[in-house]
């Protein structure tokens, strides 16, 4: 059963479209962190042997059971299409590590995607602008991440384009302020 944490964790997890792997990954490595099931990725699937003991057979079904449940968490955010295409692997390793060797890519196609992710990205009026900033801080560094690193200043140049027009009296305001303006303090200036 999910803990309370892994279920809110779990609540702020995209489904896996193809583009968002590493967003994915952050989210799903910290509830099976949580649920104590990372282990499961990270090891082989136990052999049970012919001659086994009690001990032996009742590891063999809590890993089982484990198992189980990470590759359950793991399909349950995905789109019905990755759905699809990863239900059949056998173990939860053996799907983690097929998603990951098809995702986790720094072709120029992917690194465009999340470029085209990050600048087409825009604030809606009913959203926090906290979370907003937040959301973009983390789109750079998943650019960061394969090789595409943007500056502090491209940062909060992109960020503020990103505001909806209620907010151009303050984007105005912080454009004045642009060369003492850091990321750091963005997200705080924007909230006063």
Known sequence: MTSRVGASELAKTEKLNGTNFHAWKRRIMLVLTLERLVYVINE????????HTDEEKK???SFSSDDLMAKTIMLAFMEDDQIRVFEDCPTAKDMFDTIAS?????????????????????MKESDNVMDHVNKMLVMAKDLAVVGNVISDN????????????????????????FDTLTLEKLPIQLAL
């Open 102 to 122: 098809k995702y986790n890519t720094m072709t120029a196609m992917h690194i465009q995607l999340l470029q085209e992710q990050y600048n087409s990205y825009r």
């Open 59 to 61: 590891a063999y079904e």
């Open 44 to 51: 082989p699937f136990p052999i049970l042997g012919d001659k």
């Open 154 to 177: 491209m940062q909060i140049s992109t960020i503020l384009n990103s505001l909806p027009p209620s907010w151009d009296m303050a984007v105005t305001a912080l454009s004045v302020q």
